[in-house]
T-cell receptor
Framework: RKEVEQDPGPFNVPEGATVAFNCTYS??????FFWYRQDCRKEPKLLMS???SGNEDGRFTAQLNRASQYISLLIRDSKLSDSATYLC????????FGSGTKLNVKP | GAGVSQSPSNKVTEKGKDVELRCDPI?????LYWYRQSLGQGLEFLIY????????KSGLPSDRFSAERTGGSVSTLTIQRTQQEDSAVYLC????????????FGQGTRLTVV
């Protein structure tokens, strides 16, 4: 079983839509959690950290459910520029990356 | 420099040749990772260095792959007797030891074995 599992998508949504991604992780002792964004042929970059209390950054909201061992990312009012692959990342002694969920926002 | 630096950015090599890929992490970052990413695929973990601890080599796909980190800073990933299936982007990342901090990636080395 992979340490971090994500639906690969793609998620094809119109501009302005709300879209949600989930990921699950296997190690209950995992200590920190992140969402990264990777554009085509570019390196991954941090989108946001994920805190137990949940956190929001503009149109982006991240949630952590430790009991069920899943992490979510909600994007509201999708923009064309949100099209990318979103990577779920968990840290337990080292970083574990999910394979990513591809988002395509269409005009 | 301000970020993680990798060189070369592109490398084309003939099958059977050895290649060396270099990563210069952010100053002060004790953790350094190497990943491989094939076209359209996710990140494949290769190796992890943390301070003076023995490296976690559990992701190296074969004994043709090796990596060193000298002086706790610069790292070199070496691939011996390259094969066509080694063609991929090799990404390096570094982070502080604190687990709640992010990992920063270099722009990667695109390796093509012909």
């Amino acid at each position: 079983r992979k340490e971090v599992e994500q639906d690969p998508g793609p998620f094809n949504v119109p501009e302005g839509a709300t879209v949600a991604f989930n990921c699950t992780y296997s190690n209950s002792a995992s200590q920190s959690f992140f969402w990264y964004r990777q554009d085509c042929r570019k390196e991954p970059k941090l989108l946001m950290s994920v805190y137990s209390s949940g956190n929001e950054d503009g149109r982006f909201t991240a949630q952590l459910n430790r009991a069920s061992q899943y992490i979510s990312l909600l994007i509201r009012d999708s923009k064309l520029s949100d099209s990318a692959t979103y990577l779920c990342v968990v840290n337990f002694n080292k970083f574990y990356f999910g394979s990513g969920t591809k988002l395509n926002v269409k005009p | 420099g301000a970020g993680v630096s990798q060189s070369p950015s592109n490398k084309v090599t003939e099958k059977g040749k050895d290649v060396e890929l270099r990563c210069d992490p952010i100053s002060g970052h004790t953790a350094l990772y190497w990943y491989r990413q094939s076209l359209g695929q996710g990140l494949e973990f290769l190796i992890y260095f943390q301070g003076n601890s023995a490296p976690d080599k559990s992701g190296l796909p074969s004994d043709r792959f090796s990596a060193e980190r000298t002086g706790g800073s610069v790292s070199t990933l070496t691939i011996q007797r390259t094969q066509q299936e080694d063609s991929a982007v090799y990404l390096c990342a570094s982070s502080l030891e604190r687990r709640d901090t992010e990992a920063f990636f270099g722009q990667g080395t695109r390796l093509t074995v012909v």
